[in-house]
């Protein structure tokens, strides 16, 4: 079994920043890809950004140059550094992470979620 603890979400003004965590725990034998995803009120889950095993990172384009997705492999952890954040930037954050578990077998796996409110 495998769970994904996310923090560092909370709230912040316009033209802050924020970083989140995401911790995976458990029966892990390796974490392919990483990454964040977010959900706003009535609206689907979207991507923000992906990261994977060896560091090649890709972003939605309402992030780029504001947000910087990162990983420590040996804490089996992914941050997302934001920065100039926007009221269009409040939602759910969710991340997301590719397991090899202990087994061997496969599962993609998602955190709680934590929210994250931009004022203006």
């Known amino acids: 079994q495998v769970q994904l603890v996310e923090s560092g979400g909370g709230l912040v003004q316009a033209g802050g920043s924020l970083r989140l965590s995401c911790a995976a725990s458990?029966?892990?034998?390796?974490?392919?890809?990483m990454g964040w995803y977010r959900q706003a009120p009535g609206k689907q889950r979207e991507l923000v950004a992906t990261?994977?095993?060896?560091?090649?990172?890709n972003y939605a384009d309402s992030v780029k140059g504001r947000f910087t997705i990162s990983r420590d492999n040996a804490k089996n952890t992914v941050y997302l550094q934001m920065n100039s954040l926007k009221p269009e930037d409040t939602a759910v954050y969710y991340c997301?992470?590719?397991?090899?578990?202990?087994?061997?077998?496969?599962?993609?796996?998602w955190g709680q979620g934590t929210q994250v409110t931009v004022s203006s």
């Open positions: 458990g029966s892990i034998s390796s974490i392919n890809g």
């Open positions: 997301n992470a590719g397991v090899v578990t202990t087994t061997k077998v496969v599962y993609n796996y």
């Open positions: 990261i994977s095993k060896g560091g090649s990172t």
